[in-house]
């Protein structure tokens, strides 16, 4: 006697089909590396705490992303801001972004004073809020020159941004910083929205382009013999020198 067991062809097309898609959306995932979350991310933080740093120490607050903010009693710095989080379809299709004026505005109530936005390349994950930033709060941009370009054809002025070179030392009030060269990340192979700078002002996703990467490291130059304070930072994504 011979028994045959015969799948229904119907049902496995569309396990398959389903097995498929899972394993292109997990693809996805990982290629974009969380891309997609941005959305909920500072609209789900709860308020800010408030407080002054110590008399000698740094206050480091994590805002997502690349995005940090470096207080001492003397010197505000913050490094790649990006409020505006785009949804991963408007990233991909390289549509216009939409701004968040209104959470950056709420934010800056709470951070009226910034010495210096370091900008370590020209994506919009990094460079996109900076120029409102810079214009309400008169802090200085410390960027490459393709950034700091992007950044004054959207009406910051050549006094308020500082072009920086991979190897450079800029000072901001006590605090000295380091540029190392770094390295961008790569999506299948290429750097995205990588080349020289398509279109002044930008208007699509892809204008924002990645310019020379730089990462930053800072040091307290006034504890600087006391003890040596030192943050890596701002990389983007494999910098290339550990300054000692
Ligand atoms: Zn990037």
Not at 13 to 35: D, P
Not at 132 to 142: D, H, N, P, S
Not at 187 to 215: C, E, H, M, S, Y
Request: proline share 9%; net charge positive.
């Amino acid at each position: 006697m011979c028994f045959r067991i015969r799948i229904p062809p119907p049902i496995i097309h569309v396990s398959l089909k389903a097995i498929i898609c899972l394993c292109l959306f997990a693809s996805v995932k990982a290629a974009f590396g969380g891309l997609e979350k941005y959305p909920n991310l500072i609209k789900a933080d709860s308020p800010p705490i408030i407080s002054a740093p110590s008399r000698d120490g740094v206050k480091i607050t994590y805002l997502g992303t690349n995005a940090y903010l470096f207080e001492t009693r003397d010197t505000t710095l913050l490094v790649d801001p990006y409020f505006s989080r785009q949804n991963l379809f408007r990233v991909a299709l390289k549509l216009r972004p939409i701004p968040e004026t209104q959470l950056i505005a709420q934010w800056l109530r709470d951070h009226p004073k910034i010495d210096a936005v370091l900008v370590t390349h020209g994506h919009i994950d990094h460079l996109y809020d900076a120029p409102q930033i810079v214009r309400e709060t008169g802090a200085k941009l410390i960027a490459s020159s393709t950034s700091v370009k992007l950044a004054e054809s959207l009406g910051v002025p050549a006094s308020q941004t500082r072009p920086v070179q991979a190897g450079r030392t800029v000072s901001v009030k006590n605090a000295v910083i380091h540029v190392p060269s770094a390295q961008h990340d790569r999506l299948f192979g290429v750097v995205p929205f990588n080349g020289p700078l398509k279109r002044l002002p930008p208007q699509k996703i892809d204008d924002w382009v990645t310019g020379d990467p730089l990462a930053f490291l800072i040091r307290d130059w006034r504890k600087a013999h006391l003890h040596q304070l030192r943050w890596a930072t701002g990389r983007s994504d494999f910098p290339t020198l550990a300054a000692g």
